[in-house]
């Protein structure tokens, strides 16, 4: 996938006929806030109203290392990444216990994981580029027929979820270090450059002043080293991001292309979501977010996507958790469009001007 052609809106009629319908429910004007505004999203993107119930709601978790991890960016060593791969296919990861909780497929796919995860279903693996993304201070995170390559698994991915039935598609990730090359993608789609790294660069996993500071070098050197190629988003996934990176940006677009809207989590896959509509102009709009990451970066691409996260919980786990536990409140904007009875219904109580 190089440069896509732009994706098309979701459907505008949708839009406003749930947007006269939430107007005409029996609720004060008004009264469902972000739940109304979610139907009336829902409705553009199913192309339907009332919307749907969203019965076949999907997550594929992306993961990979990143050479950067050996040079002191994460509090973590890159070893939990494979371990964490383990987890997520035994059900006892974070994001397993919230996904069984609200009714939510989860799926891993090893990317680019520096193991090669024998014992685990051959699925897991199905797609995987490379053992572990480059140090991206230091050089390329992959080769360009490596970000090609990786780009159309991911859009692999969502299609085949999509052909499978999904309604809706969640972006998860999993990778020590990999706040990093995220936070450099940010960076990139925002046209900052290495001076600018102290606006892009949080904590991560938890790393101390020392860490940060590390961090920040790593990141200016990286934009240093991407110089004006950042300023091309395929380039950039080449130059600065990873394989499981550029698989979830892949995602994003496939999902867009498909017309099935896709419910975004924490920094690494609002920065993807930022590559991703970068890459095929109009993505954003079959994007909602699902919640507000402490890392600074994913408020700056939030803002730059023009999307507001339902959740501010302080989670910062990834694995797509905040995505998940977004989707209730999906299932209730439908519900509410779908269930409340009309203020018509009511007789002639409230004038129609109301
Ligand atoms: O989703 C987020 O915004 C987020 C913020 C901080 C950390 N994480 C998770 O922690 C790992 C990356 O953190 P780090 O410090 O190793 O770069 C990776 O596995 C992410 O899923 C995730
Ligand atoms: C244990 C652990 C679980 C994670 N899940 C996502 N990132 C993670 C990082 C660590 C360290």
């Known amino acids: 996938m190089t440069a896509s052609l732009p994706v098309p809106a979701p459907h505008a009629p949708s839009a406003r006929a749930a947007a006269e319908r939430l107007a005409g429910l029996a609720v004060p004007a008004g009264a469902l806030g972000r739940l109304g505004e979610l139907g009336t999203w829902l409705s553009a993107v199913q192309g339907q109203v009332p919307p749907r119930p969203l019965d076949d709601v999907r997550l594929v978790i992306f993961a990979g290392d990143h050479g950067v991890a050996r040079h002191g960016v994460s509090a973590y060593p890159p070893e939990i990444t494979a371990a964490m791969v383990r987890t997520f296919v035994a059900g006892r990861a974070g994001v397993n216990a919230l996904a069984g909780a609200h009714g939510v497929r989860v799926r891993v796919l090893d990317l680019g994981v520096d193991d090669d995860l024998d014992g685990l279903p051959p699925e897991v693996g199905e797609h995987k580029v490379r053992r572990g993304s480059g140090a991206i201070h230091l050089e390329d995170a992959l080769t360009a027929a490596e970000t090609a390559q990786a780009l159309a698994a991911g859009r692999r991915v969502a299609e085949r979820e999509v052909a499978d039935g999904a309604q809706l598609l969640l972006s998860g990730d999993m990778g020590i270090g990999n706040t990093t090359p995220a936070a450099a ?16 660069a949080g904590r991560g996993t938890g790393v101390d002043d020392a860490g940060l500071a590390r961090k920040r070098e790593v990141l200016g050197a990286a934009l ?35 017309g099935v809207p896709v419910l975004l989590d924490g920094l690494m896959s609002v920065a993807c979501a930022l590559t991703a509509e970068r890459i095929a102009p109009g993505t954003a709009a079959w994007c909602v ?5 402490p890392e600074p970066a994913q408020t700056l691409a939030l803002a730059r996507l023009g999307l507001d996260p339902l959740l501010d919980l302080g989670m910062r786990l990834g694995e797509g958790s905040g995505a998940v536990a977004a989707v209730p409140l999906l299932r209730s904007a439908v519900a509410l469009l779908n269930d409340v009875a009309l203020l018509s219904d009511l007789g002639d109580l409230v004038p129609t001007d109301a």
Do not use: I, Q
């Open 224 to 258: 240093e080293r991407a110089g004006e190629r950042a300023a091309d988003p395929v380039e950039t996934l080449t130059a600065l991001g990873s394989a499981d990176l550029a698989a979830s940006v892949g995602y994003v677009v496939g999902a867009a292309e498909a």
């Open 185 to 200: 993608l940010v960076a990139a789609g925002l046209g900052l450059g290495a001076g600018d790294v102290a606006e892009v």
């Open 289 to 293: 977010a699902g919640h507000r990451s």
